[in-house]
C-alpha cells in the first residue's frame, strides 16, 4: 500500500509540473537562479546548463531559443535540458546568443521572469574534460580522497585512482604534458610514496624521496617535449590558526626546484635555483620551454614570521639539448614590493600570458580569503587583477585549456567553505568573460549535498586511461626507479 500510494504521488507530482504557462503574469525582475548562469559565456559541446529558481515553487517552464534560430524547452522542478538538443542549439548558435525565458508557477500561479542571455563564445574548448583532485575536509588525516575525470560534453564522472585502493595514502600533484594524458604523472605520498609516470602504456614509479634533494618530487610540470619534467621539494608543515575567520597555514621549512630528465633518471639541479637562504617553489615551464619560471621568498623562521614568507616571480633560461640552466635568475613580477605574495604561475600555451594568484602572504592560497587571480602580459610585462572573475572570498588553482582561450580554476564564493569548479573564457583582447560552476545533472541537490573539496584541476585532452587496480599493486610493491642528482 505504501509503495502504492509513493507511485500515485510522483505521478500526480508529474503532472502537476507538466502543464504550460498560460497568460503568466510578466513581472520586470530577473529570476534568481542557482547556478548563476545569467549572462555567462560557455563553448560550444559543453554539458547542459541545468539550474533550478531559488524559493518554493510548485513547476518550472523554461525556454531557450537561439538569436541564430533552434529552441528547446525544459518543464520540471528545475531546468534539465535534454543533451543531444543542447548541443545542437549550441552548435547552431557559435558566436552567438541564446535567450532564456523562465517562469514559475507559485500558488497555482504562473510568473513569467525578465529574459537573461548565455552567450555561446567563438572560441572552442578543444579538451574532452577535466581533471581533479576531489577531497573530503580534513588536516591530519587524508581520508576519502582520490584524482578524477569529468566529461566536460555531459556529467559523466570516472575515477582516475582513489586513495581507497591504498589506504593512508596521500594521492595529489597530478598533471599532463599540455593537457595530453599520454603523458601524465602524479605523486603518492604516504609509507608507501612515489613518484608516477606514465608515457602511453609504459609507467614507472620513483623513489619519493632523495636525500640529496631534501625532500620529494611535488608540483610537476612538463616540459612541451616531454623529455623533462620540473619539480620543487618541499618540507611542508602547517599551522592552525585562532582567529575565526582563518583556518590553517601551509608553509615550508625549505624548498628547491629541479629538473628530471625521464630518459636517464637524472635530476637536473643548479646553485641558482637550489639555495640555502631562499625557498624556490612551483617550476614551470615557457610554451617554447627555454624558460623556467618559479617562485621564490627569502626563507624565513617558522612558524613565527609565517606571515613574512612572501614569493616574487623569477625566471631562468634552460636549453632542452644540454639540460642545462642559464647563467643568473631575472625577477619577473616583484610581489613583494606591493606587500603581496605571488604563488600558483601558470602560463598560456600560446605564450601570451601568465595566470598567477595574489595573496597577503605564503602560498597555499586556497586558504587565504583575500586570494584574487592576476594576470601577467609577456610582451609589455604588465599585470593586472583579474577584477571580472574574481570574488571576495578565495579564487586560487588555475590552469588554461590547450587553445589558451579557456580557463579553469577553483573558487569558495559559493559558500566560503568548500573550493568548487568554475570556468571562464578569455577573449583576444585578455579579457575574461563571467565565470560559471561546473555543471550538474541537478546543481541544486549535487552541490548541496556533496561534502567534497575539488582542487588542481586541469583540462585533459582526452580520457585519462590509466589501470587504478594495477597501479594499486605496484605502489604497494615498493618497487621503485632510483634517481641520481647531476
Not at 502504492?4 to 530577473?30: G, M, R, T, Y
Not at 586558504?367 to 587583477?385: C, F, I, M, V, Y
Request: aromatic share 14%; proline share 5%; net charge negative.
Amino acid at each position: 500500500m505504501k509503495k502504492q500510494f509513493l507511485i500515485l504521488f510522483s505521478l500526480l507530482l508529474f503532472v502537476a509540473c507538466a502543464d504550460h504557462p498560460s497568460n503568466p503574469k510578466v513581472v520586470a525582475e530577473a529570476p534568481v537562479i542557482y547556478p548563476d548562469y545569467v549572462d555567462v559565456t560557455v563553448p560550444v559541446g559543453i554539458a547542459p546548463l541545468n539550474f533550478g529558481v531559488k524559493g518554493d515553487i510548485e513547476c518550472m517552464y523554461v525556454v531557450v531559443k537561439g538569436k541564430k534560430g533552434g529552441e528547446i524547452t525544459s518543464n520540471g522542478q528545475y531546468a534539465d535540458f535534454d543533451i543531444d538538443d543542447w548541443h545542437a542549439l549550441l552548435e547552431l548558435n557559435k558566436g552567438g546568443d541564446l535567450i532564456v525565458t523562465v517562469s514559475v508557477k507559485k500558488d497555482g500561479v504562473w510568473i513569467q521572469y525578465r529574459d537573461f542571455a548565455i552567450h555561446v563564445s567563438p572560441y572552442s574548448l578543444d579538451e574532452w574534460g577535466l581533471t581533479y583532485r576531489r577531497i573530503a575536509p580534513g588536516y591530519e588525516m587524508y581520508s576519502s580522497m582520490g584524482l578524477y575525470q569529468r566529461n566536460l560534453s555531459n556529467f559523466d564522472e570516472f575515477e582516475i585512482i582513489e586513495n581507497t585502493r591504498v589506504p593512508g595514502m596521500c594521492i595529489n600533484c597530478h598533471t599532463a604534458n599540455k593537457t595530453n594524458p599520454d603523458q601524465f604523472v602524479f605523486h603518492v605520498r604516504g609509507q608507501h610514496g612515489a613518484t608516477m609516470f606514465q608515457r602511453g602504456d609504459k609507467r614507472e614509479w620513483l623513489q619519493a624521496k632523495n636525500e640529496l634533494l631534501g625532500g620529494s618530487m611535488v608540483y610537476p610540470y612538463w616540459h612541451p617535449s616531454g623529455k623533462y619534467c620540473a619539480f620543487s621539494t618541499n618540507q611542508t608543515r602547517q599551522g592552525f590558526h585562532v582567529v575565526a575567520k582563518e583556518r590553517i597555514e601551509v608553509f615550508d621549512l625549505s624548498s628547491d626546484i629541479f629538473v628530471y630528465d625521464l630518459e636517464k633518471h637524472d635530476v637536473l639541479t643548479d646553485s641558482l635555483i637550489s639555495t640555502p637562504d631562499w625557498s624556490e617553489n612551483t617550476p614551470v615551464f615557457s610554451p617554447d620551454g627555454k624558460t623556467l619560471y618559479f617562485m621564490t621568498c627569502l626563507q624565513q623562521e617558522y612558524p613565527i614570521n609565517f606571515k613574512e614568507e612572501k614569493y616574487n616571480l623569477c625566471k631562468i633560461s634552460f636549453d632542452p639539448e644540454t639540460g642545462r640552466y642559464g647563467d643568473h635568475v631575472d625577477t619577473v613580477f616583484n610581489a613583494v614590493k606591493m606587500g603581496k605574495s605571488l604563488t600558483w604561475p601558470r602560463p598560456s600555451y600560446d605564450g601570451k600570458y601568465l595566470l598567477f594568484t595574489l595573496i597577503d602572504y605564503g602560498y597555499f592560497s586556497m586558504w587565504h580569503k583575500e586570494s584574487d587571480q592576476w594576470l601577467l602580459n609577456l610582451s609589455t610585462g604588465e599585470a593586472r587583477p583579474l577584477d571580472e572573475i574574481n570574488s571576495p572570498d578565495a579564487d586560487s588553482y588555475h590552469n588554461w585549456n590547450i587553445n589558451s582561450h579557456w580557463i579553469v580554476f577553483t573558487s569558495r564564493r559559493e559558500n566560503g567553505l568548500y573550493t568548487q569548479l568554475f570556468l571562464a573564457a578569455i577573449d583576444d583582447n585578455g579579457r575574461f568573460s563571467k565565470p560559471f560552476l561546473l555543471p550538474q545533472q541537478n546543481p541544486q541537490e549535487y552541490y548541496s549535498e556533496t561534502l567534497y573539496s575539488f582542487n588542481t584541476p586541469d583540462f585533459t585532452k582526452t580520457r585519462v586511461d590509466f589501470d587504478a587496480r594495477a597501479a594499486a599493486r605496484e605502489i604497494l610493491s615498493d618497487e621503485r626507479v632510483q634517481t641520481k642528482v647531476r
